[in-house]
């Protein structure tokens, strides 16, 4: 089989680095078709020149259009249950072959943002297995131990990204099909909460439960695949998915862990007990905040929860030993009628099952579901997210091919419940068992916390030790870097929020926004239209914000801005007392959120404390004792101010040669160098031609997506103003190659301790203009 492509990149982020550094897609993309082994069984189909040909005139018509592709040339490939437009769909059963004329919806989804098909991946035939050997192309060995199974049934996804021929792949999970080849091949695989990802143009197994699942080297880059291909489309939805906050936990508790109390499923002839041990001994190392963001367990730790699983494994056994079998034979009956040999025997024998349950045993088996749910929904109240091996034992081929049945069956000790109680799981490689098998573990928490577990499975990864992150079939150690997500699953519906006061970070209720949920986007102030007044008798104290007439002298408040889940506001309003309540106010930038106002009546001989900038401010200047004499009326105008010097020398002989380099990082699409020239702060912006971005995260997250610049730029008229010493604004006219009309682009440049001068603000537009001379 085919190994990892000689000086390729692997990791979806290695890919997007590559094309920032000047490589092209035209040439990587048949470099590595080039590689690929037509006698590998991982694959079913490759596509062939013309197709990727096709592929790449497409993308680079996309790009000519300016359309935002995240996933720029960066190629992948699809377990072969899943529709693409020309080509055969199988299921591993040639003589089911279909051509559909559409994509299915998940790869509509990911050809749009760029990415590349590189072929359709082998599998247990009809997603039927756990196994990868139950197909007519060959069993998919393990990458890192060829005597043993590669897991199933989305075998050859997880083979291909395992050994770096793609940097992710799409199978699907039913029964555990998108995990047990993850922990087998030292992969991360994804499975979201059923219904969360549209399933037009997948080929079912049980329709009522299938879900696509990623296949990827990191969290980051399987929730970035994720974040693009999740959402409605138009399908049967059979699972409502209720979205929830994006961090797991309580404010102020511990993380609370749930693990199998009983393990003796575990086969302890391989060392997995031992696996299993060492993998818990890391849940002391993880660091929450590692991932870029501050949950409600930040800096309180984990606490193990041993868990009774026996309502969990009574679930499981009703997905093969009960009338869901049934789903699977809807499939594929007229061709188990009229072609039984065209099945494979073992999958035909488990399906021929269905013809032993009617309609009654199929009302009495949702009967029995609905009772074990709320058996493990008790189980819940005692844990914020689960930690199981993703499998309990590793066989080797011969195993399988001896007793295919029996030790399929043991393979789904803790994945057969996931999809029946509408769980959201996240499978990560977790080391090796003392005799370098690979092992991984298994994540688990309710339905819609996908977003909440990509971060914990980010933290899990920045936790491994030093040069023991395993990657695939010894493919190279992803940098920590790699591993911090910018993009997520999308959880819970939310909305911004602006706080003032006591709910600021570091303040006495801030923990109501952090036990809700609720993540901090910037640090910014309000439009110069407000004044702060410090509330008498409040406890804790509080300050009431106001808008001020048109007339009136208003200041720029400081605030924080907070996401929180819609379905949380309710419950966090509740908490707030009179005279406070939420309402509308404007940030600096124009931007119009809810936040704290206040009612008027309580302002009456309230002290104006605007002076100060914000609560923050206030309360230090208080220092804990009496408070400062606050103004009760506006301060008097700035007469006396003495007026700065404009375009000073030293700022005419420095600011041109930076915007020299910033111009050539930016047709060279130099993202460290054009980062370093911004702000790092939540409060940069920056105003494109058709986007916009607010704060450094999301910044950088949109630079990371912006494919090199396919065309020229000719400047014109540059234009300086120097206002003092330490702050200049940029305004240069400019011409581009692929466009007849002028664009003018303008920077504020501050100049910051420490830092130099770096661009605060920008803006960008293209428009029609009468031609002038140069």
């Not at 609905?370 to 997210?385: F, G, K, P, S």
């Not at 605030?559 to 007392?577: M, R, T």
Request: hydrophobic share 45%; charged share 15%; with cysteine.
């Amino acid at each position: 089989m085919t190994t990892r492509p000689h000086a390729l990149p692997v990791t979806i982020a290695d890919w997007l680095a590559a094309y920032r550094d000047g490589a092209q897609a035209h040439a990587l993309i048949p470099a590595l078709a080039a590689q690929l082994d037509a006698g590998d069984p991982a694959w079913i189909l490759r596509c062939d020149a013309a197709h990727l040909q096709a592929q790449l005139d497409r993308l680079a018509a996309l790009q000519r259009q300016g359309h935002v592709l995240p996933l720029a040339g960066v190629p992948f490939a699809v377990k072969d249950n899943i529709d693409v437009a020309g080509l055969p769909t199988t299921a591993a059963c040639p003589d089911f072959e279909r051509r559909p004329d559409r994509h299915a919806s998940v790869v509509q989804r990911l050809l749009d943002a760029g990415a590349i098909l590189m072929g359709k991946t082998n599998l247990d035939q009809f997603a039927t297995g756990l196994v990868g050997t139950r197909s007519p192309h060959g069993a998919v060995p393990c990458t890192l131990d060829p005597t043993r199974i590669s897991g199933g049934s989305s075998s050859g996804s997880a083979s291909v990204v395992a050994r770096g021929l793609v940097p992710f792949a799409l199978g699907t999970d039913t029964a555990g099909s998108g995990r047990v080849p993850a922990g087998f091949n030292h992969l991360v695989g994804l499975k979201p909460t059923p219904g969360r990802v549209g399933m037009n143009g997948v080929l079912p197994a049980c329709r009522t439960l299938d879900v696509v699942s990623v296949f990827a080297l990191t969290v980051a880059d399987a929730a970035q695949v994720m974040a693009i291909i999740e959402g409605d489309d138009g399908g049967p939805v059979f699972h409502a998915a209720v979205p929830r906050p994006a961090w797991l936990g309580r404010q102020g508790q511990p993380l609370r862990v749930g693990v199998p109390a009983e393990l003796s499923a575990l086969d302890a002839a391989l060392g997995y007990p031992q696996a299993w041990g060492a993998a818990l001994a890391r849940l002391a190392t993880l660091s929450p905040t590692a991932a870029g963001d501050s949950p409600a367990w930040a800096g309180e730790g984990v606490t193990i929860v041993p868990v009774d699983m026996a309502p969990f494994d009574a679930v499981a056994a009703l997905l093969y030993d009960g009338p869901w079998v049934a789903e699977r034979h809807s499939v594929v009956r007229t061709l188990m009628d009229q072609q039984p040999e065209a099945l494979d025997p073992t999958v035909r024998q488990v399906i021929e099952r269905a013809r032993d349950f009617d309609a009654t045993a199929a009302f009495e088996a949702r009967y029995q579901l609905a009772a074990l749910a709320r058996r493990t929904e008790a189980v819940w109240q005692d844990m914020d997210v689960l930690l199981v091996p993703t499998a309990p034992t590793h066989p080797t081929l011969a195993e399988v091919a001896a007793e295919p049945v029996r030790r399929n069956s043991a393979l789904g000790r803790y994945t057969n419940f996931v999809n029946l109680l509408g769980l959201a799981a996240l499978a990560v490689p977790a080391g090796e068992t003392p005799s370098g098998l690979p092992f991984g573990v298994t994540w688990v928490a309710p339905g819609g916390s996908d977003a909440a577990l990509a971060m914990l499975g980010a933290c899990w990864q920045l936790a491994a030790p030093p040069g023991r992150q395993p990657a695939g079939a010894g493919l190279p150690a992803p940098a920590p870097d790699a591993l911090r997500p910018l993009q997520l699953p999308a959880s819970a519906p939310t909305m911004a929020l602006a706080v003032v006061g006591a709910h600021l970070q570091g303040m006495p209720l801030h923990g109501q926004l952090v036990e809700r949920g609720a993540r901090l986007l910037a640090r910014t102030r309000t439009a110069p239209r407000y004044r702060l007044h410090a509330l008498p008798g409040t406890v804790p104290p509080k300050p009431g914000l106001a808008r001020v007439a048109d007339d009136e002298t208003g200041h720029a408040i400081e605030v924080e801005v907070h996401e929180i889940a819609l379905d949380q506001i309710g419950s966090f309003l509740a908490l707030i007392p009179p005279p406070l309540g939420l309402g509308t106010i404007e940030l600096a930038d124009g931007r119009q959120v809810k936040g704290f106002i206040c009612e008027p009546a309580a302002l009456r001989g309230a002290p104006d404390v605007s002076r100060f900038g914000g609560w923050r401010g206030y309360m230090a200047a208080a220092g804990g004792s009496q408070a400062p004499a606050p103004l009760h009326t506006a301060p008097p105008p700035a007469a006396g101010l003495t007026p700065q010097a404009l375009d000073l020398p030293s700022t005419h002989a420095e600011l041109p040669a930076l915007f020299e380099a910033y111009e050539a990082a930016l047709m060279a699409n130099d993202i460290a160098a054009l980062t370093g020239f911004f702000w790092d702060d939540e409060r940069v912006t920056r105003y494109g031609i058709a986007d916009r971005q607010w704060g450094a995260t999301a910044l950088a997250a949109w630079r990371a997506g912006v494919p090199s610049p396919d065309f020229s730029r000719r400047l014109q008229h540059l234009r300086l103003l120097g206002l003092g010493a330490d702050v200049a604004v940029i305004q240069v006219e400019f011409l581009r190659s692929d466009s007849v009309l002028r664009g003018f682009q303008t920077q504020v440049w501050a100049r910051l301790a420490g830092q130099g001068w770096k661009i605060a603000a920008a803006h960008v537009s293209m428009i029609e203009w009468t031609p002038f001379p140069d």
